[in-house]
């Protein structure tokens, strides 16, 4: 038989399975062009995403199912993309902010209760989309400032209580 140091037994538990975390915050900034940026958050309650993007045909997601959370995006420039979904939440929020032309906004949430989303554009030829499916008492806003801007906002009936703005 042999021993494990404890970094090494550390190193194999921890290929062993996921952590799971309480108050995650992600933080991701990307300028430039083309540029990427995911995260998933998982059962973490209280946890946070802030993606901001500054540039030419950027693309940021961020999903969070099971918790409290928030996820805040930011695109600035042209050509960007920017997708927030929501599983299973209680209470929580998703802030997108468009600034320039050609940009889109997705917020999804699903299957919760007391959520919110809101997506501003500034700028021209922006297009934001808010979907809320078998929500309880939640709101979806898509306010537009400035010209030639296009925003939809959906919330399922299934359930009383939501608002569409």
Same mark, same amino acid.
């Given at each position: @038989?042999?021993?494990? #140091?404890?970094?090494? !037994? &550390? ?8 952590? @799971? !975390? ?5 933080? =991701? ?7 990427? &940026? ?19 045909? %950027?693309?940021? $997601?961020?999903?969070? *199912?099971?918790?409290?959370? =928030?996820?805040?995006?930011? /695109?600035?420039?042209?050509?960007? $993309?920017?997708? $927030?979904? =929501? ?10 902010? !468009? ?6 906004? /997705? ?7 007391? %959520?919110? &989303?809101?997506?501003? =554009?500034?700028?021209? #030829? ?6 809320? *499916? ?9 306010? $537009? ?10 919330? &399922?009936?299934?359930? !009383? ?5």
């Amino acid at each position: @038989m042999f021993k494990l #140091a404890p970094l090494s !037994a &550390a190193i194999v538990l921890g290929l062993a399975g996921q952590a @799971m !975390a309480d108050d995650s915050l992600s933080t =991701q900034s990307q300028f430039g062009t083309e540029n990427i &940026a995911e995260v998933k958050q998982s059962a973490a309650p209280l946890s946070s995403t802030s993606q901001s993007q500054y540039g030419l045909g %950027n693309n940021s $997601a961020a999903l969070q *199912d099971n918790a409290s959370a =928030q996820i805040q995006q930011l /695109h600035q420039g042209e050509y960007n $993309a920017g997708y $927030a979904e =929501q599983l299973f939440e209680s209470a929580s929020r998703i802030n997108q902010q !468009a600034v320039g032309s050609f940009n889109n906004t /997705h917020a999804s949430q699903s299957l919760g209760q007391s %959520n919110q &989303a809101t997506q501003v =554009q500034e700028g021209s #030829a922006n297009f934001s989309f808010v979907y809320q *499916d078998s929500q309880v008492g939640s709101q979806g806003t898509t306010p $537009a400032v400035r010209r030639r801007q296009r925003g939809e906002c959906r919330t &399922a009936v299934r359930r !009383a209580g939501n608002n569409a703005l």
